[in-house]
């Protein structure tokens, strides 16, 4: 029984929940003692714009993924292959 999707589940689930941290703590910083010579204002809104970004090429990369995934699996199936022949998500399929 192939256990990989409960590695990409966890992976998945830890990565987001230190990516809200590390989120809540940049957010949270600025109003700390100690930090009067970080202007609120700006940093905050050089943070968003930050993450707008990140948040786009993550989306992204992730449709990228996606479609090419989606493309092995209909080689697979038309070369007569019921199950893809993947090592580490990447597809195996050897072209000519």
């Known amino acids: 029984m192939n256990s990989r999707w409960i590695y ?15 989120l809540a703590c940049i957010y949270i910083s600025p109003k700390l003692p100690g930090m009067e010579f970080v202007d609120s204002k700006y940093f ?10 990140f948040a786009l090429v993550n989306f992204l990369l992730t449709a990228l ?17 019921s199950e893809m022949q993947t090592m580490n998500g990447y597809d195996m399929h050897m072209t000519s």
């Open 44 to 53: 905050t809104m050089l943070v968003t714009i930050h993450l707008g970004i």
């Open 8 to 22: 990409n589940v966890c992976h998945w689930a830890l990565g987001g929940s230190l990516l809200f941290m590390s």
């Open 65 to 81: 993924n996606a479609r090419r995934d989606a493309i092995a699996k209909r080689r697979a199936e038309s070369e007569g292959n």
